[in-house]
C-alpha cells in the first residue's frame, strides 16, 4: 500500500504545522521534518501549508437514490460528491425503491459503497415496511445482516403513529441502533409548501408550521425517555426545537440532533423568487430561526450537521412549485456552508467543525473507526481543508448526476483539497483518485 506524507498541516487548525506520515491505513508518524526518503519509496506526498487537517466527516443523511432512481443519483456518483466534500462515511436512507426495509436491500447498498470504494456507505434501515408507517420492518434482522444496520428512519417521511415508534424505540434498545426521525406530524402539513409565515401569506402558499416539527420533537422525547433508547431527530428547522432538546437533554432523555447547512444559511427569504430550487423538507424558516440554529450548534444542543443531500432530477425540481420534489445537494458543499455560517462567525473553531462534522456523527452512528483523533496509531480517515481558499459553486460541476444546489454561483469559503479513507488518498484537489 502506498504511504502518505502530508506535510505542514495544522491539526485541527491549531498551533504549529506539523508532518503526519500515513502508512498500513493508520496515522504512522506526526511530528517535524519528516521525509518522504524515511518512509516507503512510492510515497504519496501532499504539501499542505496553511491547511488544515481534520477528521474524515461523516454523513448520518444522505440520499444515495440506488436503487430505482439512478437517473438523479448512484451509489458511485454520490460517492464520489462524497469524497469531493471531505466524507469518509455517509449513511444512506431508505427511501428508495425498492424501499431498504429488508436485509437484500441493505446488503445490497452496503457491498455496492465497498465496491465503489471511495466512501464507507452505511445503509440506514426503514422503520416500517415500505415507509408506509403501519408495521415495523424487520430491524433486527437488519442490525444483524452483513451490513450491520446501525440506524433507522423512514426519513422523508415521519413515524406518526405513537405506538409504532413507542415499539420501534422500545426494540432499538436490545439492538443497539438509533431511530431517526423525520419530525413532521403529517395532519399538519397536509398541501404543506413552505413555512408557514409571513413570506406564505403573502406568496398564497400552504404553510408547514414549526408546530408540526415541535410537536413530534416532543413526543417522541418523552418516548425515548420513557424507553430508556437513543433517539435522533433529523434536520432540526426551527427555533423551538432547539428549546425542546435542551430541556429533554437536560433531563437526562438519549436524544441527538442535525442540522443541515441549509438551514444555518438559508431563509425563506428565498421564496420569494418562485424557483423550486428552493423547496426541501422541512422548509427553510425565518432567519431567527436559522439564528437559533447556528447558536444551538455552536452549544452542542444541537450535535452535529448532516447534509440530507437530496438529489432530483431536472423533471421533478424544473417544474412549478407545487409539483417540484423536496430537496437539494448537500454533500460537496457542507464543509464551505459550515465554514461560512459557523466559523468565519466565531461561533466554532475547526476543532469543532472536528466535533460537529465527524466525531458526534461517528458516535451516533456507532463508527468505531471514524472521528477519531488525530493521533499516532489511529485509523487515517481524513479531511484536508485549505481554510483561506474560496470557489465559486457551479451545479453542472458537482460528481452528482443532479444538479439542483441552491448555492449556484455563490462564492464560498473552505476548499477540501484532499479526503483520505483508511489511508489511500480518495479525492485530491477537487478530483477522484
Ligand atoms: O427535502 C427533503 N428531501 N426532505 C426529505 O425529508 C426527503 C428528501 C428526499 O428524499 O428527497
Ligand atoms: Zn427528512
Known amino acids: 500500500m502506498t504511504a502518505v506524507l502530508i506535510k505542514g498541516a495544522k491539526l485541527y487548525g491549531e498551533g504549529d504545522p506539523v508532518d503526519v506520515l500515513i502508512e498500513n491505513g493508520v496515522l504512522a508518524r506526526i511530528g517535524t521534518g519528516i521525509e518522504a526518503a ?24 444522505t440520499h444515495l437514490r440506488e436503487p430505482g432512481r439512478e437517473d438523479a443519483e448512484t451509489i458511485a456518483t454520490g460517492s464520489a460528491a462524497a469524497a469531493l466534500g471531505g466524507y469518509t462515511a455517509v ?45 415495523l420492518a424487520e430491524l433486527g434482522t437488519m442490525a444483524k445482516s452483513r451490513a450491520r444496520v446501525r440506524v433507522f428512519s423512514d426519513d422523508g417521511l415521519c413515524v406518526a403513529d405513537p405506538l409504532l415508534m413507542r415499539r420501534a424505540l422500545e426494540y432499538s434498545t436490545a439492538l443497539d441502533v438509533v431511530i431517526a426521525q423525520h419530525a413532521e406530524e403529517p395532519r399538519l402539513t397536509v398541501g404543506a409548501q413552505a413555512h408557514e409565515g409571513e413570506q406564505s401569506a403573502r406568496l398564497g402558499y400552504t404553510g408547514w408550521p414549526a408546530s408540526a416539527e415541535e410537536s413530534i420533537v416532543a413526543r417522541d422525547c418523552l418516548l425515548a425517555k420513557h424507553a430508556g433508547a437513543r433517539l435522533h431527530v433529523c434536520h432540526v428547522s426551527t427555533s423551538g426545537t432547539t428549546d425542546i432538546l435542551r430541556w429533554a437533554k437536560d433531563r437526562g432523555t438519549k436524544v441527538s440532533a442535525e442540522v443541515t447547512p441549509h438551514h444555518l444559511l438559508l431563509t425563506d427569504e428565498r421564496l ?39 438529489p432530483h432530477a431536472v423533471q421533478d425540481k424544473d417544474c412549478e412549485w407545487s409539483a417540484a420534489r423536496p430537496g437539494m445537494l448537500g454533500l460537496q458543499t457542507a ?9 468565519k462567525t466565531g461561533l466554532l473553531d475547526w476543532r469543532g467543525v472536528a466535533r460537529v462534522m465527524s466525531e458526534r456523527p461517528a458516535e451516533i452512528g ?52 484532499a479526503t483520505v479513507l483508511r489511508g489511500r488518498i480518495t479525492s485530491r484537489e477537487g478530483k477522484i483518485q
Open 38 to 61: 524515511e518512509a516507503a519509496e512510492d510515497t504519496e506526498v501532499i504539501e499542505a501549508a496553511g491547511q488544515v487537517l481534520l477528521p474524515g466527516f461523516v454523513d448520518l443523511h
Open 335 to 343: 464543509l464551505s456552508i459550515v465554514a461560512e455560517t459557523m466559523v
Open 272 to 310: 420569494s423568487t418562485y424557483d423550486p430550487i428552493n423547496k426541501v423538507n422541512p422548509p427553510l424558516r425565518t432567519g431567527g430561526d436559522a439564528e437559533k440554529l447556528r447558536a444551538a450548534l455552536a452549544e452542542g444542543v444541537i450535535d452535529c450537521v448532516a447534509t440530507d443531500h437530496a
Open 366 to 417: 456507532n463508527l468505531p473507526d471514524h472521528g477519531r483523533p488525530l493521533a499516532e496509531g489511529e485509523p487515517a480517515n481524513l479531511a484536508l481543508v485549505d481554510p483561506d481558499a474560496e470557489w465559486t459553486v457551479r451545479g453542472a460541476e458537482l460528481a452528482s448526476i443532479a444538479g439542483n444546489t441552491p448555492y449556484e454561483g455563490m462564492r464560498l469559503p473552505g476548499v477540501v483539497t
Open 91 to 135: 449513511f444512506a436512507m431508505a427511501n428508495t425503491d425498492p424501499v431498504a426495509d429488508n436485509a437484500v436491500i441493505v446488503d445490497h447498498v452496503w457491498r455496492r459503497g465497498q465496491e465503489v470504494g471511495l466512501v464507507d456507505v452505511h445503509p440506514v434501515g426503514a422503520v416500517t415496511v415500505g415507509l408506509k408507517g403501519e408495521k
